[in-house]
């Protein structure tokens, strides 16, 4: 019998790609999103589409109830998102208090309804600079607890974590990935920003391997 996961699946180009990396390796497969208040919710639009098109079952949990504990980030207020490169140290301010742990949690308890034996979620080496909930670290441990957490034990899983965005677009142009399905920019505005740390991140992973990003941007270069 094939395994099933659960894919947290926001709608950025790192979980679209570890979704079709599941779907490649044959995986019976959940996507799990969440909106959380994040200003740049166009993200759930590009994740509906997808799994629409490829017939995946997705379920939007609506968890902005509690912004009350995950406020005080750029991404859930009217903070300024900050410009820059994802290791300078101004990009903290996109960090969401606690949201890996309260979403794995939340994706831990629907893997167990969905009789899957993992959460696999998109954290990646580019990631650790900046987010403790994206490091080996916190998913080992996370990994413990949610073994033990239930009469059935659930594996969290980050598979790219010791791959960078460049590493990631790579394997997804190889799988034949259509990029324009995404949604990467911290502003959800009509066009992406092309200088927050998330931009600036994506398209040096496609300046990496040399092609050109399809997502259309406020600043074409």
Same mark, same amino acid.
């Given at each position: 019998?094939?395994?099933?996961?659960?894919?947290?699946?926001?709608?950025?180009?790192?979980?679209?790609?570890?979704?079709?990396?599941?779907?490649?390796?044959?995986?019976?497969?959940?996507?799990?999103?969440?909106?959380?208040?994040?200003?740049?919710?166009?993200?759930?639009?590009?994740?509906?589409?997808?799994?629409?098109?490829?017939?995946?079952?997705?379920?939007?949990?609506?968890?902005?109830?509690?912004?009350?504990?995950?406020?005080?980030?750029?991404?859930?207020?009217?903070?300024?998102?900050?410009?820059?490169?994802?290791?300078?140290?101004?990009?903290?301010?996109?960090?969401?208090?606690?949201?890996?742990?309260?979403? =794995?949690? %939340?994706?831990?308890? $629907?893997?167990? !309804?969905?009789?899957?034996?993992?959460?696999?979620?998109? &954290?990646? +080496?580019?990631?650790?600079?900046?987010?403790?909930?994206?490091?080996?670290?916190?998913?080992?441990?996370?990994?413990?607890?949610?073994?033990?957490?239930?009469?059935?034990?659930?594996?969290?899983?980050?598979?790219?974590?010791?791959?960078?965005?460049?590493?990631?677009?790579?394997?997804? =142009?190889? %799988?034949?990935?259509? $990029?324009?399905? !995404?949604?990467?920019?911290?502003?959800?505005?009509?066009? &992406?920003? +092309?200088?927050?740390?998330?931009?600036?991140?994506?398209?040096?992973?496609?300046?990496?391997?040399?092609?050109?990003?399809?997502?259309?941007?406020?600043?074409?270069?």
């Amino acid at each position: 019998m094939n395994r099933t996961v659960v894919v947290i699946y926001s709608g950025g180009m790192d979980s679209f790609t570890l979704l079709h990396r599941a779907l490649a390796q044959g995986l019976n497969v959940h996507a799990l999103s969440f909106d959380y208040g994040q200003r740049h919710v166009r993200e759930l639009d590009c994740a509906r589409q997808v799994c629409k098109a490829l017939s995946v079952p997705h379920k939007v949990v609506d968890i902005r109830s509690l912004g009350a504990v995950m406020a005080g980030s750029a991404l859930t207020s009217e903070l300024a998102v900050p410009e820059g490169h994802y290791e300078e140290d101004s990009m903290k301010a996109t960090v969401v208090p606690n949201r890996n742990m309260i979403l =794995l949690s %939340l994706a831990t308890g $629907y893997a167990v !309804t969905a009789e899957a034996d993992a959460v696999w979620y998109g &954290a990646h +080496g580019g990631d650790h600079a900046i987010y403790p909930d994206c490091r080996p670290e916190f998913v080992e441990k996370m990994d413990a607890v949610c073994r033990v957490a239930n009469y059935q034990p659930v594996a969290i899983e980050a598979p790219f974590m010791g791959s960078d965005k460049g590493n990631i677009l790579s394997e997804g =142009l190889r %799988l034949g990935l259509d $990029y324009s399905q !995404t949604w990467t920019c911290y502003n959800g505005r009509e066009r &992406a920003c +092309g200088r927050c740390g998330s931009c600036v991140e994506r398209l040096e992973a496609f300046a990496t391997n040399g092609v050109t990003d399809p997502v259309p941007y406020e600043e074409e270069a």
